[in-house]
C-alpha cells in the first residue's frame, strides 16, 4: 500500500497532505504531460497477473482496504473508525509481513483521526515499541503516520524532518515502497510551502520507483500532484494537462472524492488565467458532487473558493452568502484550516459594500492566521486587497503601506517562482539529456548482448557436432579453440566502447566503485575529472560524422597519453569521459585537468580539416570518505555544468 497517501471518504489526510490522491488505475507519469496507451495495456496486463496470485484470505483484506479508502464505507466519527479497525485486524492474513504492515499503518492513522495533538503521542508511542521490537520496517511505516498528524497539526517543518528518518529507513532496508511513499509526503509538503521545484523531483522519483514496483495505481495516483505543481508554478498548460488526465481517471473508476478535488484544482486554474465564469463553474461541479455524495467535509473549501470567484466578479452579496455558509459548516466539523483565507474574503467583500470598519476585523484576523502559517503567497494577496480597502476608503497612507507591504511580498514571490521555474526546466533538460544517451548505450549494449548471445548458441552446436561426429574431432578441437578466442573477444567488447578502445560506462563506474571502496579502505585521496568536447554538435554538423568520430579517437589516445599510468579512463557517452585518478588529492587532480585541458587546446586537426579544432571543458572533485557514487558523480557532473556556463575550454572544480 502507498503509507503516504490514500482517500479517506472524509476527505481529511488528502487536504492535510495538500495533494495526494491514489488512484488506481495503469497510466504511467511523463513529466512533459503525455501518456503512453501502449504501456498502458501492458501495466494492465502485469496488474492482472498479480491479482490473480492472491489467496482468498489477501483478497477479503485487499478488497476491505479498497472499500475504505474509496468511501464505500461510509466514516462519519472516531467511533466508525475504531469499528472498521477492529474489522480489518480480523481480516490480517496470518504470515503475511505486507498486511500486517498495513494494517499497523492504519491502526495508527485512524485511532486518533479527529485529534491530530493526541495522534502524534500515539505515533511516537508505537514509534518507541517498533524499537523495542526491532523491527526497522514497521518502525518507517509508522513514521509515515506520524508525518500525517504533523503536518496536520501545523508541524511542517517537524514533519519534514521525520519524513528524513523514514527515508533513511527505506534506503537502509532497500525498501522500494517506503522510499517512494517518504518522497511523495516530501512532495507534498514541500509544495505546500513553495518548494515547488524540490517537489516535482521528489515526485518524479516517487512515479519511477511505482513503475518499477508495478505499482501503477501510486503512478497514476501522483498525476494530481505533478498537476498542483505546475499550477503554482505558472505551467498552466502542462497543469491542464494533468489535471484533465487526472479527472478522466476519476470519473473512469468513478472516484467521486477525485473528480472533486480535480474540478477544485480546475477552478483555481481557470482563475489564474482570469476566467472567472469558467471557475465559478468548476468549483459548482465541485459542490454538485459534494451535496449528490454527501461529502460534508469539503463543503468548507469548495464555499470559499466561490467565494472568491464571486468576489472577483464583484457579486459580493453572493461571496458573504457563501462565507456564511461555510462558517456553518467548519462549526460542523470543527475544521479551521480555512480560516484565514475565509477571513480574508469577508473582507474583501465587505469592503466593497462601504463596511470598511467591519473589513477592517477580518483582514486583522487573515493576516493573523497567514502570519501563523507563514503562508507569504495567501498574505500578498491579503495586503493587495487591504490596500484596495483603504483606498476606497480614503485612507491614503494606510492603503500606501499595505501596498509597499504587497509589492515586497510579490517580488519575492515572483523571484522565487522563476528561480524554481529555470530549475525545473534544467531538471526537465537532464532528465530527457540523459534518458536519450541511457537510450543509446542500451542499444549498444543490447547489440553486443545478441552478439554474445548468438556465441553461446554457436557453441552448443560445437558441443553436439562433438558427440556425433568423432571422425572430425581434430577439425572440431581446433574449431571450438577458435570460438574460445572470438568469445573472450566478444567479452572484452562487452566492456569497451567500440569506437575508442575505452572502457565503457559500465566498466568505467566498476572501475570508480572499486577505487571507491579501496580509498575508503587504504584512507588514501581519490579524484576524478569529467570531461567532454566543447560544440561536438557543430563538429559533426560542419565537418561530418566520420570527421567528429576521428576527433573522440584522436582525443581518447592524446588523454591516455597525458594522463598517469595508473589512472583508468573511460567514455560514459556522446562526447563526454571520465577519468579516475588514484592517490591524487583536489589539488593535484586540478593540475593534471588544466594541463589535460590546455594541451588539448594546443592540439592541432589541420591535417584533417584546415579549420578544424577542439576544445574540452573540464569538471574536477574530491571522494569524500563514505560518500556513494550517485553523490560523487552528481558533484563532478555540477563541476562540468560550470565550466560550461563560465565559457568552456576551461577547468572548474567542485569540493
Not at 504492515?101 to 491530530?116: A, E, G, K, N
Not at 523495542?132 to 503536518?151: A, F, H, I, P, W
Not at 487591504?386 to 515586497?408: I, P, R, T
Request: glycine share 6%; hydrophobic share 40%; aromatic share 8%.
Amino acid at each position: 500500500m502507498n503509507f503516504s497517501c490514500f482517500p479517506l471518504w472524509a476527505g481529511i489526510l488528502l487536504y492535510l497532505f495538500s495533494t495526494a490522491i491514489a488512484y488506481a488505475s495503469h497510466h504511467p507519469v511523463n513529466i512533459k504531460g503525455t501518456f503512453d496507451d501502449q504501456l498502458e495495456n501492458q501495466n494492465a496486463e502485469r496488474k492482472d497477473e498479480k491479482f490473480k496470485e492472491l489467496t482468498p484470505e489477501q483478497q477479503a483484506f485487499d478488497d476491505f482496504v479498497y472499500k475504505l479508502e474509496s468511501g464505500e464505507i461510509e466514516l462519519n466519527s472516531q467511533q466508525d473508525f475504531d469499528r472498521e479497525l477492529k474489522k480489518m485486524a480480523a481480516l490480517v492474513p496470518a504470515d503475511d509481513e505486507d498486511r500486517r504492515l498495513t494494517y499497523v499503518y492504519y491502526q495508527c492513522i485512524l485511532s486518533r483521526m479527529f485529534d491530530p495533538r493526541a495522534g502524534i503521542n500515539l505515533a511516537r508511542d508505537m514509534i518507541s515499541k517498533a524499537k523495542t521490537k526491532g523491527d526497522r520496517l514497521e518502525e518507517g511505516v509508522l513514521y509515515m503516520c506520524l508525518v500525517n498528524y504533523q503536518s496536520r497539526a501545523g508541524e511542517v517543518s517537524e514533519a519534514l524532518q521525520t519524513t528524513e528518518k523514514a527515508l533513511d529507513i527505506g534506503e537502509e532496508l532497500n525498501d522500494k515502497l517506503l522510499i517512494a511513499d517518504a518522497h511523495v509526503s516530501r512532495c507534498s509538503m514541500r509544495s505546500l510551502i513553495g518548494e515547488n521545484d524540490f517537489a516535482l523531483q521528489d515526485c518524479v522519483k516517487a512515479e519511477k520507483i511505482y513503475r518499477e514496483e508495478g505499482l501503477l495505481e501510486g503512478s497514476e495516483g501522483l498525476i494530481f500532484d505533478i498537476g498542483i505543481i505546475y499550477r503554482r508554478l505558472g505551467f498552466l498548460e502542462r497543469a491542464e494537462k494533468y489535471l484533465n488526465r487526472a479527472q478522466q481517471i476519476a470519473e473512469r473508476d468513478n472516484l467521486r472524492f477525485g473528480q472533486l478535488q480535480v474540478y477544485l484544482q480546475q477552478g483555481f486554474l481557470e482563475e489564474q488565467r482570469n476566467n472567472l465564469d469558467k471557475a465559478i463553474a468548476k468549483y459548482q461541479a465541485a459542490m454538485k458532487v459534494a451535496r449528490d455524495d454527501d461529502i460534508q467535509s469539503e463543503m468548507v473549501p469548495i464555499r470559499i473558493a466561490l467565494a472568491g470567484g464571486y468576489n472577483l466578479r464583484g457579486e459580493y452579496s453572493k461571496a458573504i452568502r457563501e462565507l456564511e455558509l461555510a462558517s456553518e459548516a467548519r462549526e460542523k466539523l470543527g475544521n479551521i484550516n480555512y480560516d484565514g483565507m475565509a477571513a480574508m474574503q469577508y473582507g474583501i467583500a465587505l469592503s466593497n459594500i462601504e463596511q470598511p470598519q467591519q473589513a477592517e476585523e477580518f483582514f486583522l484576523e487573515a493576516e493573523r492566521q497567514m502570519l501563523r502559517d507563514n503562508n507569504r503567497r495567501y498574505l500578498a494577496l491579503l495586503y493587495e486587497a487591504w490596500a484596495e480597502s483603504y483606498k476606497k476608503a480614503g485612507n491614503e497612507q494606510q492603503a500606501l503601506d499595505k501596498y509597499q507591504k504587497f509589492m515586497v511580498l510579490q517580488k519575492e514571490l515572483d523571484r522565487q517562482r522563476s528561480d524554481q521555474q529555470t530549475q525545473v526546466l534544467r531538471f526537465e533538460y537532464d532528465s530527457e539529456k540523459t534518458e536519450l544517451e541511457n537510450e543509446q548505450l542500451q542499444k549498444e549494449q543490447k547489440l553486443k548482448d545478441e552478439q554474445l548471445e548468438s556465441l553461446q548458441k554457436a557453441r552448443q552446436w560445437q558441443i553436439l557436432a562433438i558427440i556425433l561426429g568423432g571422425l572430425l574431432t581434430l577439425l572440431l578441437i581446433w574449431f571450438s579453440l577458435r570460438q574460445v578466442a572470438n568469445s573472450r573477444k566478444f567479452k572484452q567488447l562487452a566492456y569497451t566502447d567500440s569506437l575508442t578502445g575505452l572502457a565503457n560506462r559500465r566498466q568505467i563506474e566498476r572501475a570508480l566503485k572499486k577505487s571507491m571502496e579501496e580509498a575508503n579502505l587504504n584512507r588514501k585521496p581519490l579524484s576524478i575529472l569529467m570531461y567532454d568536447i566543447d560544440h561536438f554538435k557543430v563538429i559533426n554538423d560542419k565537418h561530418g560524422h566520420s570527421i567528429g568520430d576521428v576527433v573522440l579517437t584522436n582525443l581518447s589516445n592524446f588523454s591516455k597519453e597525458l594522463l598517469r599510468d595508473n589512472d583508468v579512463l573511460g567514455r560514459t557517452g556522446g562526447e563526454e569521459f571520465l577519468a579516475i585518478l588514484p592517490n591524487a588529492n583536489i589539488d593535484q587532480a586540478i593540475q593534471v585537468a588544466k594541463r589535460l585541458q590546455r594541451e588539448v587546446d594546443l592540439k592541432q586537426y589541420t591535417n584533417i580539416e584546415s579549420d578544424l579544432n577542439a576544445t574540452i571543458s573540464v569538471g574536477v572533485t574530491e571522494f569524500k570518505p563514505g560518500e556513494n557514487m550517485d553523490q560523487l558523480l552528481h558533484r563532478v557532473d555540477e563541476a562540468l555544468y560550470q565550466a560550461k556556463e563560465n565559457g568552456r575550454n576551461r577547468v572548474e572544480y567542485v569540493i
